[in-house]
């Protein structure tokens, strides 16, 4: 799969050099990353457990429904010399933003900010609801305990506020941190 990746940057790179090897720019920066998006979910679903594979189903739906149209949308503009070459795909993708904002608006709040703001029977059903278990099941409460722990060293170690985050003595940190 590397291999794939690494023959296809420099073609990527330029349309000069795709032309050289008698194909157009979109296909090629397209059909690179189509084949490296298409063999993650492969690989990395053989390294794990059975419960997660509705995980990785869903990423590769995603990427096979959206990233495929979105690369074949992108090819079949590029040969208009008008605004709808990036106007259009532009809209398609904002499309699925959409959908997806309509969607988190029912999700509940995550269990760690719930914990955080003393909300902690709100917590539990989210994590039962998630584990697909009772509110008074083991796991939950071992989930429970696993995110107050978390979110007590979070309140402790809490010792710069955004604006001093900022400031030049913490500026090498962010720096090194961006790096």
Not at 2 to 31: E, N, Q, Y
Not at 66 to 85: E, H, K, N, R, V
């Amino acid at each position: 799969m590397s291999s794939v990746i690494f023959r296809g940057l420099p073609i990527a790179g330029h349309p000069k050099i795709c032309k050289m090897v008698d194909s157009d720019p979109p296909v090629t920066t397209g059909g690179v990353p189509g084949r490296a998006n298409m063999g993650n979910p492969e690989t990395f679903g053989q390294r794990r457990e059975h419960q997660s594979n509705l995980e990785l189903w869903t990423r590769a739906l995603t990427l096979f429904l959206i990233l495929s149209p979105a690369y074949w949308l992108d090819y079949g503009t590029s040969f208009t010399q008008s605004s709808l070459q990036w106007r259009f795909p532009l809209a398609f993708q904002a499309v699925f933003a959409i959908f997806l904002v309509l969607q988190v608006i029912g999700l509940p709040e995550t269990p760690r900010w719930l914990m955080k703001n003393d909300r902690y029977d709100e917590a539990r059903e989210v994590v039962a609801a998630i584990n697909d278990a009772s509110p008074n099941d083991e796991e939950v409460i071992q989930s429970l305990a696993d995110i107050d722990k978390a979110v007590q060293e979070d309140v402790q170690g809490q010792g710069l506020s955004w604006r001093e985050f900022f400031l030049p003595m913490e500026s090498c940190r962010t720096g090194d941190g961006c790096c």
